[in-house]
Antibody
Framework: EVQLVESGGGLVQPGRSLRLSCAAS????????MHWVRQAPGKGLEWVSG????????GYADSVKGRFTISRDKAKISLYLQMDSLRVEDTALYYC????????????????????WGQGTTVTVSS | DIVMTQSPDSLAVSLGERATINCKSS????????????LAWYQHKPGQPPKLLIY???TRESGVPDRFSGSGSGTDFTLTISSLQAEDVAVYYC?????????FGPGTKVDIK
């Protein structure tokens, strides 16, 4: 069974740091790009960051660029999100998601739709 | 950045009736090299993670009932639920994966009338 389990969320003061983790299982982790998506209370979904299968490409939402860093560890079969200089507006449920890949044929780009999602981990930024 | 808009914000449909959700991107998400629209639809129910319904604008994800269908190209897209069931009550999002930052629409809430 394909599974993603997030951890690392919690209550943190503005300006501090937090590191989220996502443990993957049930698929060949090295073959797929991965993403972080968040949902603030009462709001819609916001793509936060993505990383290609080989870590050669990363992307960030404008709202987190320069503050968040995505990474992955092949040996630990895990995805990470280092969140620095946290702001109140970063308060959200953070989901880890697996990229479904191109699926064959003519493939252009490093990222595609997100087909498997974790249950999420909650980050609360408050003084 | 590509801005995604959706209409309506919410709709209520009788059981067994058709529900139609529209999504528009501020620029084309059609890749002319492979003629694919980099557009996905997700279903999100409270307390659950989002679920992928449609990718490449019109390809149904494995296991998704065939009452869900996607259409459109370029900048204008539609998600149709042909015969609404009680379990389809959710918020539906479109998302472009054509260029980073990938962006979601604001969501459309679907309820039973």
């Amino acid at each position: 069974e394909v599974q993603l389990v997030e951890s690392g969320g919690g209550l943190v003061q503005p300006g501090r740091s937090l590191r989220l983790s996502c443990a993957a299982s049930g698929f060949t982790f090295d073959d797929y790009a991965m993403h972080w998506v968040r949902q603030a209370p009462g709001k819609g979904l916001e793509w936060v960051s993505g990383i290609s299968w080989n870590s050669g490409s990363t992307g960030y939402a404008d709202s987190v660029k320069g503050r968040f860093t995505i990474s992955r560890d092949k040996a630990k079969i895990s995805l990470y999100l280092q969140m620095d200089s946290l702001r109140v507006e970063d308060t959200a449920l953070y989901y880890c998601a697996k990229d479904r890949g191109c699926g064959g044929g003519s493939c252009y780009g490093d990222y595609y739709a997100m087909d498997v999602w974790g249950q999420g981990t909650t980050v609360t930024v408050s003084s | 950045d590509i801005v995604m808009t959706q209409s309506p914000d919410s709709l209520a449909v009788s059981l067994g009736e058709r529900a139609t959700i529209n999504c528009k991107s501020s620029q084309s998400v059609l890749n002319s090299s492979n003629n694919k629209n980099y557009l996905a639809w997700y279903q999100h129910k409270p307390g659950q993670p989002p679920k992928l319904l449609i990718y490449w604008a019109s390809t149904r994800e494995s296991g998704v009932p065939d009452r869900f269908s996607g259409s459109g190209s370029g900048t204008d897209f539609t998600l149709t639920i042909s015969s609404l069931q009680a379990e389809d009550v959710a918020v539906y999002y479109c998302q472009q994966y054509y260029s980073t930052p990938f962006t979601f629409g604001p969501g459309t809430k679907v309820d039973i009338k």
